[in-house]
Protein backbone atom coordinates (compact mmCIF):
# COMPACT_ATOMS: atom_id res chain seq x y z
CA UNK A 1 0.00 0.00 0.00
CA UNK A 2 1.46 2.99 -1.02
CA UNK A 3 2.04 5.50 1.69
CA UNK A 4 2.80 9.28 2.99
CA UNK A 5 3.05 9.95 6.61
CA UNK A 6 4.07 13.50 7.63
CA UNK A 7 5.53 14.38 10.94
CA UNK A 8 6.76 17.43 13.33
CA UNK A 9 4.35 20.12 12.90
CA UNK A 10 3.31 21.51 16.21
CA UNK A 11 3.08 25.15 17.55
CA UNK A 12 5.90 28.03 17.81
CA UNK A 13 6.29 31.61 17.87
CA UNK A 14 7.00 33.72 15.13
CA UNK A 15 10.92 33.62 14.49
CA UNK A 16 11.40 30.27 15.36
CA UNK A 17 11.82 26.84 13.41
CA UNK A 18 10.48 23.73 12.99
CA UNK A 19 11.56 20.19 11.06
CA UNK A 20 8.94 18.38 8.74
CA UNK A 21 9.52 14.52 8.18
CA UNK A 22 7.29 12.69 5.60
CA UNK A 23 8.18 8.95 5.64
CA UNK A 24 6.94 6.66 2.22
CA UNK A 25 6.29 3.25 2.25
CA UNK A 26 4.86 1.15 -0.48
CA UNK A 27 6.95 2.40 -3.34
CA UNK A 28 10.39 3.41 -4.12
CA UNK A 29 10.54 6.87 -3.30
CA UNK A 30 14.07 8.20 -5.09
CA UNK A 31 11.84 7.63 -8.55
CA UNK A 32 9.43 10.43 -7.57
CA UNK A 33 9.29 14.10 -6.86
CA UNK A 34 8.69 14.99 -4.07
CA UNK A 35 7.11 17.65 -2.85
CA UNK A 36 5.46 19.78 0.30
CA UNK A 37 2.29 21.90 0.06
CA UNK A 38 0.60 23.83 2.86
CA UNK A 39 -2.84 24.85 2.95
CA UNK A 40 -3.53 27.46 5.12
CA UNK A 41 -7.50 28.54 6.68
CA UNK A 42 -9.60 29.74 4.01
CA UNK A 43 -6.91 29.07 1.12
CA UNK A 44 -6.21 26.82 -1.91
CA UNK A 45 -3.84 24.37 -1.23
CA UNK A 46 -0.01 26.13 -2.77
CA UNK A 47 3.22 24.42 -3.54
CA UNK A 48 6.19 25.40 -1.25
CA UNK A 49 8.80 23.21 -2.26
CA UNK A 50 9.82 19.89 -4.52
CA UNK A 51 12.54 18.56 -5.27
CA UNK A 52 13.98 15.51 -7.72
CA UNK A 53 17.06 14.21 -8.88
CA UNK A 54 18.84 17.46 -6.91
CA UNK A 55 17.14 20.24 -9.14
CA UNK A 56 14.88 21.96 -5.99
CA UNK A 57 12.34 24.78 -6.69
CA UNK A 58 10.54 27.10 -3.61
CA UNK A 59 7.45 29.18 -3.66
CA UNK A 60 8.80 32.99 -3.25
CA UNK A 61 7.26 33.62 0.32
CA UNK A 62 9.88 31.12 1.57
CA UNK A 63 13.15 31.34 -0.24
CA UNK A 64 15.94 31.61 2.21
CA UNK A 65 13.88 30.30 5.25
CA UNK A 66 12.93 26.64 4.23
CA UNK A 67 15.40 23.89 2.62
CA UNK A 68 13.83 20.49 1.42
CA UNK A 69 16.16 17.59 1.67
CA UNK A 70 15.54 14.13 0.53
CA UNK A 71 17.37 10.92 2.18
CA UNK A 72 16.34 8.04 -0.21
CA UNK A 73 17.87 4.97 1.87
CA UNK A 74 15.51 6.09 4.92
CA UNK A 75 12.60 6.96 2.06
CA UNK A 76 12.36 10.22 3.92
CA UNK A 77 11.65 13.78 2.73
CA UNK A 78 12.41 16.79 5.44
CA UNK A 79 11.52 20.45 5.04
CA UNK A 80 12.97 22.69 7.56
CA UNK A 81 11.64 26.22 7.96
CA UNK A 82 13.22 28.72 9.80
CA UNK A 83 12.10 32.52 10.69
CA UNK A 84 9.00 31.15 10.59
CA UNK A 85 5.86 33.52 9.85
CA UNK A 86 2.06 33.65 10.96
CA UNK A 87 1.42 33.77 7.65
CA UNK A 88 3.39 30.40 7.48
CA UNK A 89 0.65 28.85 9.31
CA UNK A 90 -1.39 25.84 7.53
CA UNK A 91 -1.32 22.21 7.04
CA UNK A 92 1.30 21.02 5.33
CA UNK A 93 1.31 17.81 3.17
CA UNK A 94 3.99 15.47 1.55
CA UNK A 95 2.84 14.59 -1.73
CA UNK A 96 4.70 12.49 -4.90
CA UNK A 97 4.62 12.52 -8.39
CA UNK A 98 6.19 10.60 -11.26
CA UNK A 99 5.72 11.42 -14.95
CA UNK A 100 7.75 14.60 -16.25
CA UNK A 101 9.16 15.46 -12.90
CA UNK A 102 11.34 18.76 -14.20
CA UNK A 103 7.23 19.80 -15.11
CA UNK A 104 6.89 19.16 -11.24
CA UNK A 105 9.23 20.64 -9.68
CA UNK A 106 8.93 23.88 -11.67
CA UNK A 107 4.77 24.35 -11.98
CA UNK A 108 4.26 22.88 -8.33
CA UNK A 109 0.87 21.85 -8.70
CA UNK A 110 -1.15 19.88 -7.07
CA UNK A 111 -2.67 18.54 -9.93
CA UNK A 112 0.73 16.75 -10.86
CA UNK A 113 1.03 14.75 -7.57
CA UNK A 114 -0.23 11.02 -7.94
CA UNK A 115 0.26 10.49 -4.13
CA UNK A 116 -0.53 12.63 -0.61
CA UNK A 117 -0.21 12.06 3.25
CA UNK A 118 -2.57 13.26 4.97
CA UNK A 119 -1.12 16.66 6.71
CA UNK A 120 0.45 18.35 10.15
CA UNK A 121 -0.35 21.21 10.84
CA UNK A 122 1.62 24.05 11.78
CA UNK A 123 0.98 27.23 13.91
CA UNK A 124 2.94 29.95 13.90
CA UNK A 125 1.66 32.48 16.75
CA UNK A 126 3.06 34.71 19.51
Known amino acids: QLQLVESGGGLVQPGQSLKLSCVAS????????MCWFRQAPGKEREGISCESRGVVNYADSVKGRFTISRDDAKRTVYLEMNSLKPEDTGVYFC?????????????????????WGEGTLVTVSP
Open 26 to 33: GFTSEYFA
Open 95 to 115: AAARGNKWAVVQTMSPGRMAY
